[in-house]
């Protein structure tokens, strides 16, 4: 098979099962702790430089199923291939070159950065856990990352919880990046960030994946972001397997929950960077007055009750 046309990751009939803890009630009357199933026969292939998207409703299994890919998590079937070598079989050298060519940008940013590590110690640990630098070249290199997702050169001197969510979340780029990786997964990459900072850091990781010829493993809920950012989608199901759709121009097909995942058509000159909240149109003409309003609203002075006669009382309620 040409090597172009060669799927970089490849898996097959993956599985994963979690056992629930048992309660006191359940240790006493001898019950079996019960097995929730995150992954049942999942398979599917990414190829070189392709974005996959991967998209479905919360529990489907798709953070299992990333973390599964990075070797966090051991599944209990099926095969993961990179470039054609059995993940799941790796150990010792091999298994750290597999874990510098995929790397994971984690959904929460700030937990996954060290509160007592600046971002100079956080990118220089990667860097020389993978002996990629040596002396002065590390701090160059770190220069250079801060400098690829358009962050300050002295940002490298603070620590994470002086940042913002979308600075983090960039950082975390950067941590993933600094080991030179092939493959890039992002985990609900902007899932708690604003619209605004969304947009950046989306079109920051096409830039990326353009500049660095990344395969990128895209998660996440907003079926809008994978439109603009994916080749192809597949979607975890709460019945198992993983349904999969190819780009392709044409009518925009109907979401149809959990039957399986459906690609977004992307129209004739359809662009995959997405606009800023400032390119948004705003609303033309002037703005209607709401003195009117603003003056009913406003407080009253108090004049005391009015007087009360028998005949005014009815049922309870008071009529003036």
């Given at each position: 098979?040409?090597?172009?046309?060669?799927?970089?990751?490849?898996v097959?009939?993956?599985?994963?099962?979690?056992?629930?803890?048992?309660?006191?009630?359940?240790?006493?009357?001898?019950?079996?702790?019960?097995?929730?199933r995150?992954?049942?026969?999942?398979?599917?292939?990414?190829?070189?430089?392709?974005?996959?998207?991967?998209?479905?409703?919360?529990?489907c299994?798709?953070?299992?199923?990333?973390?599964?890919?990075?070797?966090?998590?051991q599944p209990?079937?099926?095969?993961?291939?990179?470039?054609?070598?059995?993940?799941?079989?790796?150990?010792?050298?091999?298994?750290r070159?597999?874990?510098?060519?995929?790397?994971?940008?984690?959904?929460?940013?700030?937990?996954?950065?060290n509160?007592?590590?600046?971002?100079?110690?956080?990118?220089?640990?990667?860097?020389?856990?993978?002996?990629?630098?040596?002396?002065?070249?590390?701090?160059?290199?770190?220069?250079?990352?801060?400098?690829?997702?358009?962050?300050?050169?002295?940002?490298?001197?603070?620590?994470p919880?002086?940042?913002s969510?979308?600075?983090?979340?960039?950082?975390?780029?950067?941590?993933?990046l600094?080991?030179?990786?092939?493959?890039?997964?992002?985990?609900?990459?902007?899932s708690?960030?604003?619209?605004?900072?969304?947009?950046?850091?989306?079109?920051?990781?096409?830039?990326?994946?353009?500049?660095?010829?990344?395969?990128?493993?895209?998660?996440?809920h907003?079926?809008?972001l994978?439109r603009?950012?994916?080749?192809?989608?597949?979607?975890?199901s709460?019945?198992?397997?993983?349904?999969?759709?190819?780009?392709g121009?044409g009518?925009?097909?109907?979401y149809?929950?959990?039957?399986?995942?459906r690609?977004?058509?992307?129209?004739?000159?359809?662009?995959?960077?997405?606009?800023?909240?400032?390119?948004?149109?705003?609303?033309?003409?002037?703005?209607?007055d709401?003195?009117?309003?603003i003056?009913?609203?406003?407080?009253?002075?108090?004049?005391?009750?009015?007087?009360?006669?028998?005949?005014?009382?009815?049922l309870?309620?008071?009529?003036?």
């Amino acid at each position: 098979m040409d090597a172009a046309l060669a799927p970089l990751i490849a898996v097959r009939d993956l599985a994963m099962t979690f056992a629930r803890p048992r309660t006191v009630l359940d240790r006493l009357a001898g019950r079996p702790a019960k097995i929730v199933r995150a992954l049942n026969g999942v398979s599917f292939s990414v190829k070189r430089g392709e974005t996959l998207g991967i998209v479905g409703e919360s529990g489907c299994g798709k953070s299992t199923l990333a973390r599964c890919l990075v070797r966090l998590y051991q599944p209990d079937a099926g095969r993961i291939d990179y470039g054609g070598v059995n993940v799941l079989a790796l150990d010792g050298a091999e298994r750290r070159a597999y874990n510098r060519r995929v790397q994971m940008v984690f959904q929460d940013p700030y937990s996954s950065l060290n509160p007592r590590m600046t971002v100079r110690q956080t990118l220089a640990e990667a860097i020389g856990f993978h002996n990629l630098r040596q002396g002065d070249a590390i701090g160059q290199r770190v220069a250079e990352l801060l400098d690829l997702v358009r962050l300050p050169s002295d940002a490298a001197d603070r620590y994470p919880h002086e940042f913002s969510g979308g600075q983090r979340q960039r950082i975390g780029i950067a941590r993933a990046l600094a080991v030179e990786p092939e493959c890039l997964i992002a985990d609900e990459l902007v899932s708690a960030l604003d619209v605004s900072v969304q947009a950046q850091i989306v079109n920051l990781l096409l830039e990326l994946q353009a500049r660095l010829e990344l395969t990128v493993l895209f998660i996440a809920h907003d079926l809008r972001l994978v439109r603009h950012i994916s080749h192809r989608v597949a979607r975890p199901s709460l019945y198992g397997g993983l349904a999969q759709g190819s780009a392709g121009i044409g009518p925009r097909p109907a979401y149809r929950g959990r039957c399986g995942a459906r690609r977004i058509a992307e129209p004739a000159g359809h662009s995959r960077r997405l606009p800023l909240p400032s390119a948004l149109p705003l609303r033309h003409g002037p703005l209607p007055d709401r003195t009117a309003a603003i003056d009913r609203a406003r407080p009253r002075p108090y004049r005391g009750l009015p007087s009360l006669a028998p005949d005014r009382l009815k049922l309870g309620w008071l009529e003036r």
